[in-house]
């Protein structure tokens, strides 16, 4: 589920820049808001937002939520809302997004749980023994997590993945960390339940097999990155050998991760297939993993624990994900796979569920290179996805945009390959409807 994506746009690459400074003059007429060089205040604000967040990475939640507090401020005070002006924009705002932000809370906060019982069942410890003890086995990995978020929420793929770094590598280099949440991401790009922008796709009445064509950029992408930051962590520090070490897995913690997993995955099918209309009403999967978590505590306590510093990392992401929810972003530029490729960069500074929707909207876009594109793009720094905020909620050094770039290079070009890759072999094919 690639909830949310933002990041410094100073620092992408300029097709992506090039895409959002089209997005933000459009809009400056609709809002009849205050602009600096044709770009709303808004989008100013924001973009303050995001540079703190990269810079001063050590404070990351206060600079989000100063930055959330400053954008309501002001459309309180000057622009009003898209919903309306004042309170009452704000509350029918709030309305409209709070399924969004319920549910990202829940999964956050559920999966950190699932991630525990995971790590506490001992199958992470087995692996090692099953992987090979080259820059082959961390490779395979990357792999496993490509494969979990083709199913899983990309969220919980990316938790079982971080959690599995902790039993095979004594040391985990950030080029790597950014690998995983990368692999997630991909994994997730062409299928309608791994990601929450494909799933949107899908109940627009959008056929999976259309979506399904992204996993021809996530394949070629997943070979771009996946090899270098497997022998860069090989070269930094290598698989941990067991020997002759037993693990007795806790079977118990086994079945209560497949549980909560199946009730997620359950529900999604159900409330997407037989209950469209309603699947933006309630937010059905989140509440359906905390029924899973309290059908399991006469089995095994949770490590409740673990859930304040989660909290913490979800308050961050949320407040950014309403940051971008407040934008005024009425219209995008014409459909074509020149602004698909772009939207994948934007999709690094903004939220690709309000930009999904928007093209969703829109129309005339292939949907295969929309997803690749929205689901892959908020790979190349740590805030750009839920999974990569996920990720440096348990690696705390991979909260560094500096680091994140130099490392992990590999990310954008393995983008913009994957991309045309899609092009060369599949060919652009606009929708018709």
């Not at 309403?322 to 772009?342: I, K, R, Y």
């Not at 999709?347 to 999904?356: E, G, K, M, Q």
């Amino acid at each position: 589920m690639h909830l949310i994506t933002q990041k410094n746009y100073r620092m992408l690459p300029s097709a992506g820049l090039y895409v959002f400074c089209l997005i933000a003059p459009a809009t400056a007429a609709a809002q009849d808001g205050p602009s600096l060089g044709g770009i709303p205040v808004d989008f100013i604000l924001f973009g303050l937002t995001l540079l703190g967040v990269a810079l001063f990475h050590r404070h990351t939640l206060s600079i989000a939520l100063g930055g959330l507090g400053v954008i309501v401020l002001y459309q309180l005070n000057v622009t009003g809302f898209n919903e309306g002006p004042g309170t009452t924009g704000l509350g029918l705002h709030l309305q409209h997004e709070w399924v969004v932000l319920t549910n990202l809370l829940c999964l956050l906060l559920g999966f950190a749980l699932l991630a525990r019982h995971f790590e506490n069942s001992g199958l992470p410890a087995l692996l090692p023994r099953c992987l090979p003890d080259d820059w082959k086995g961390a490779f395979s990995l990357l792999l496993i997590v490509f494969v979990l978020s083709s199913f899983l929420d990309n969220i919980a793929a990316t938790l079982i993945g971080g959690t599995m770094l902790r039993a095979l590598f004594a040391r985990v280099h950030i080029g790597y960390l950014a690998a995983i949440v990368a692999a997630a991401n991909a994994g997730g790009a062409g299928s309608v339940m791994g990601d929450t922008t494909t799933t949107m796709i899908w109940i627009a009445g959008v056929d999976p097999r259309e979506v399904l064509n992204a996993y021809v950029g996530a394949g070629v992408a997943m070979i771009v990155f996946g090899i270098p930051a497997a022998i860069q962590q090989q070269n930094y520090s290598p698989i941990l050998k067991q020997g002759n070490k037993r693990v007795a897995p806790d079977w118990i913690r086994v079945i209560i991760v497949a549980l909560i997993l199946l009730l997620a995955i359950g529900t999604n099918i159900i409330m997407n297939v037989k209950y469209g209309e309603w699947a933006h009403r309630f937010p059905f999967i989140g509440v359906a993993i905390w029924v899973a978590i309290a059908l399991s505590l006469p089995w095994r306590r949770p490590d409740w624990e673990v859930l304040p510093e989660a909290f913490k990392g979800s308050v961050f992401l949320l407040a950014l994900v309403t940051c971008a929810s407040l934008m005024p972003v009425e219209a995008l530029p014409p459909a074509s796979w020149p602004t698909a490729l772009g939207l994948g960069f934007v999709s690094a500074i903004f939220d690709n569920i309000p930009l999904t929707a928007l093209a969703l909207k829109q129309g005339g876009y292939d949907w295969g290179f929309l997803a690749y594109a929205v689901g892959f793009g908020g790979s190349m720094l740590w805030f750009g996805s839920s999974a990569g905020v996920t990720l440096a909620n348990m690696y705390g050094e991979a909260k560094s945009v500096g680091a994140w770039l130099r490392h992990a290079w590999y990310i954008p070009l393995a983008y913009v390959a994957g991309f045309f890759a899609m092009w060369l072999v599949l060919g652009w094919h606009a929708a018709t409807t």
